[in-house]
């Protein structure tokens, strides 16, 4: 080395180069435009022209319309509450069409018999009249005891009148100097319009409602006159106390309604030791009763 520098153009970075002039740099190499800084022109809008940008094209534009080719996209407002309104049950349907057909046939009915006919002349009520006392040919003796409505009872001896009964004619006979404790007893009493079954009931039952009874069966009788309509007889037996002494005790009860509904009824009872001669007396004077019914 010299220590001399050459002259002419030196390679050394440091040095400042003189730069060409102005008029000989060639233009710089332009590039090609960059896509992102492109305008990007807005997607179609979904609801169609002046619409609000959607995200894409979607079935109202590429496709047929979802909701029909005249019908706008669907609001999106929430659409009103279902009105729930009565409802009728499914079960009282056919309870209902039962009930409409009932009052059909009803209505059917009243005009097929002429009710809804205003022009029908009325038809007159009959007065139903009251039914009289039957006349008999039975004429009583002179002991005979009157009963009522045409009926009475001719007493046998030993038998007399029990005056406090005021409820129809009792009979009653007694031990030997004994006025008070009747052996046995004929009761003729009479109620109307009732049932010959239902008197003899009540009968029974008042007689041996504080005794310890045996009931038989209510047995028709045969009505021995063509005046009766309904005959009937029960048979009873039961333990009664007397002076708190306890007294087996048989009765009957026949009762006989007539056809004007005058029912007459033969309540008989008597102490089980005397029933023999009792029912004796009582046949006689049962038979007297129904000879003046």
């Known amino acids: 080395m010299s220590g001399k520098r050459d002259k002419g153009s030196s390679s050394n970075p440091w040095v400042n180069q003189p730069g060409p002039e102005a008029?000989?740099?060639?233009?710089?190499?332009?590039?090609?435009?960059s896509p992102w800084n492109l305008e990007v022109?807005?997607?179609?809008?979904?609801w169609g022209d002046g619409g609000a940008p959607g995200p894409g094209p979607g079935p109202a534009t590429e496709t047929s319309s979802a909701w029909g080719e005249n019908v706008g996209p669907p609001s999106l407002r929430r659409p009103p509450p279902e009105k729930k309104g009565f409802r009728i049950p499914p079960l009282l349907i056919p309870v209902g069409a039962g009930l409409i057909v009932v009052a059909l046939v009803a209505v059917a009915l009243v005009l097929l018999s002429g009710g809804g006919d205003d022009k029908a002349d009325p038809t007159p009520s009959t007065p139903v009249g009251t039914p009289t006392a039957p006349k008999s040919s039975y004429q009583p003796p002179p002991n005979a005891i009157p009963v009522g409505f045409g009926v009475s009872i001719v007493p046998v001896q030993g038998w007399s009148l029990f005056t406090k009964e005021t409820r129809g004619k009792q009979l009653a006979t007694y031990p030997p100097n004994d006025n008070v404790h009747a052996r046995a007893f004929l009761w003729v009493r009479q109620k109307q319009n009732v049932t010959a079954n239902a008197y003899l009931l009540g009968i029974v039952e008042g007689e041996t409602e504080e005794e310890v009874a045996q009931l038989g069966?209510?047995?028709?009788?045969?009505?021995?006159?063509?005046?009766?309509?309904?005959?009937?007889a029960i048979d009873y037996t039961s333990t009664a106390k007397e002076n708190g002494v306890d007294v087996k005790v048989q009765g009957s009860v026949e009762v006989y309604r007539r056809k004007d509904n005058v029912v007459t009824a033969l309540d008989f009872r008597t102490r089980v030791d005397f029933a023999q001669k009792a029912e004796a007396d009582a046949a006689i004077m049962k038979k007297s009763v129904i000879d003046s019914l």
């Open 217 to 232: 069966n209510v047995r028709n009788l045969p009505c021995p006159k063509d005046v009766l309509v309904e005959c009937v």
């Open 23 to 33: 008029d000989d740099v060639e233009p710089e190499e332009q590039l090609p435009p």
């Open 41 to 46: 022109p807005p997607p179609p809008s979904p």
